[in-house]
């Protein structure tokens, strides 16, 4: 069974600390996606990365950055110099990965990051 | 370009009442799923239509049903609504002939259910 599990409830953080938001996923799956949403206030889920199984390259983008080990079965998100704008819920989740056809996501419960000026 | 649209944003019911929410993909997605979110929790999958039909399911009731029309846009139907049914419904599109592996998602449409 697919499970995501994202142990920090709650974050706070001051501006311009970095922040690291941790996430473990549970899958029989050789091959499937890890994702990291962002959801703001208005309820929108906005999609920040995208990672497959077979690519365990880390990534960065601006502040973002992704570390994706498969050994611990973990991708954890980091924000480096966080901001206020940053304060959201952010999701990570999982999918199957059915030839073209992107399956079912399975969330985590999610992380409340509130970032204080 | 129109991202994902879902109508209406906010409605209020009450026990037994069915309801309807209505998704518009984003422009190029031809496939539509639907997730319930409950206070504080991460989004449950409930279902994937393409092409007219129900692709996949979550474990939900048969009370929640949905349609896919000729233009993509897709309707979700809760029958029977239970005190519980109470969340954030968010409607999500994607390509899969694209294989960009994203999804888009709605601002989603809140359901109370009293």
């Known amino acids: 069974a697919q499970k995501v599990t994202q142990a920090q409830t709650e974050i706070s953080v001051v501006e311009k600390e970095d922040v690291t938001l941790d996430c473990v996923y549970e899958t029989r799956d050789t091959t499937y996606y890890l994702f990291w949403y962002k959801q703001p206030p208005s309820g929108e889920l906005v999609f920040l990365i995208r990672r497959n199984s077979f690519d365990e390259q880390n990534e960065i983008s601006g502040r973002y950055s992704w570390n994706f080990q498969k050994s611990t079965s973990s991708f954890n998100f980091t924000i480096t110099a966080s901001q206020v704008v940053d304060s959201a819920v952010y999701f990570c989740a999982l999918s199957e990965a059915r030839g073209s056809t992107l399956g079912r996501l399975y969330f985590g419960r999610g992380t409340q990051l509130t970032v204080w000026p | 370009d129109a991202g994902v649209t879902q109508s209406p944003t906010h409605l209020i019911k009450t026990r037994g009442q069915q309801v309807t929410l209505r998704c518009s993909p984003k422009?190029?997605?031809?496939?539509v799923s639907w997730y319930q979110q409950a206070l504080g929790q991460g989004p449950q999958f409930i279902f994937q239509?393409?092409?007219?039909?129900?692709?996949q399911r979550g474990n939900f009731p048969d009370r929640f049903s949905g349609h896919q029309f000729p233009n993509y846009s897709s309707e979700l139907n809760v029958n029977a609504l239970l005190l519980g049914d109470s969340a954030l419904y968010l409607c999500a599109s994607s390509n899969p002939g694209r294989q960009t592996g994203e999804l888009f998602f709605g601002e989603g449409s809140r359901l109370t259910v009293l």
């Open positions: 239509y393409y092409e007219e039909e129900e692709r």
């Open positions: 422009s190029g997605h031809d496939t």
